[in-house]
């Protein structure tokens, strides 16, 4: 029982450079969202997805784009690093809200861009 | 613009005492939810209340979701070292049928023996 799994768990880009995060739930969860967590700031959504093919933009989207080809994956990817994008992101998933029964959050991607 | 302001944001206290986090705000939720967080790992539900008023128990932690729906306690009885964490509060705004959560920015607990 995997739950949540996030890749890689840490990274350093460079400036410019592109990457994609990986997240794959196996809870057949219809939610699916990224976070990013920087000190001080608690955590923002960037992109949330309602469904397969589906996805829309949270607080902070820019600089970032998201899609969800199946079900159990929603990708995360950077096209251009900019230091401010240097953070820890989360991704979690979730049933309809009704069930409250909360969010699985994966293990978060340390993520540097220098 | 942080929606929910959580205090204190940094607590450190002695075994043995007792201790609340607050998690306020001047928006509505359908729901409050805490999670705790250990360094390296993600976030991990504590519990979820929906009702204005509402209170809860898990073991020595007591949650209390506020009668307008727009703040909420955590209250720890007799704090233990195990207790040590990263607590978050989580207000959830309903969008297109999902459970959108916006974070507090967190209350870092650390109880010494």
């Known amino acids: 029982n995997a739950g949540v799994t996030q890749t890689p768990k840490f990274r350093v880009l460079k400036t410019g450079q592109s990457m994609t995060l990986l997240c794959a739930q196996d809870?057949?969860?219809?939610?699916m969202y990224w976070y990013r967590q920087d000190p001080g700031m608690g955590l923002r959504l960037i992109h949330y997805?309602?469904?397969?093919?589906?996805?829309a933009k949270g607080e902070v989207p820019d600089g970032y784009n998201v899609s969800r080809l199946k079900k159990q994956n929603f990708l995360l990817g950077l096209e251009s690093a900019a230091p401010s994008q240097t953070s820890v992101y989360f991704c979690?998933?979730?049933?309809?809200?009704?069930?409250?029964?909360?969010?699985?959050f994966g293990s978060g991607t340390r993520l540097t861009v220098v | 613009t942080q929606l929910l302001e959580q205090s204190p944001q940094f607590l450190s206290i002695q075994e043995g005492e007792n201790l609340t986090v607050y998690c306020n705000s001047s928006?509505?939720?359908?729901?409050l939810q805490w999670y705790r967080q250990e360094p390296g790992e993600g976030p991990v539900l504590l519990v979820t209340?929906?009702?204005?008023?509402e209170v809860k128990k898990l073991k020595r932690l007591t949650f209390q979701f506020g009668d307008a729906r727009k703040d909420s306690s955590l209250h720890i009885t007799a704090a233990q070292p195990g207790d040590t964490g990263l607590y978050l509060c989580?207000?959830?705004?309903?969008?297109?049928?999902?459970?959108?959560?916006?974070f507090g920015q967190g209350t870092r607990l650390t109880i010494n023996p």
């Open positions: 809870m057949n969860h219809e939610y």
């Open positions: 979690a998933s979730s049933y309809p809200w009704r069930r409250a029964e909360g969010y699985t």
């Open positions: 997805s309602v469904g397969e093919g589906t996805t």
């Open positions: 928006s509505v939720f359908s729901s």
């Open positions: 989580a207000g959830g705004q309903q969008i297109q049928g999902a459970q959108k959560l916006v």
């Open positions: 209340v929906v009702t204005g008023g």
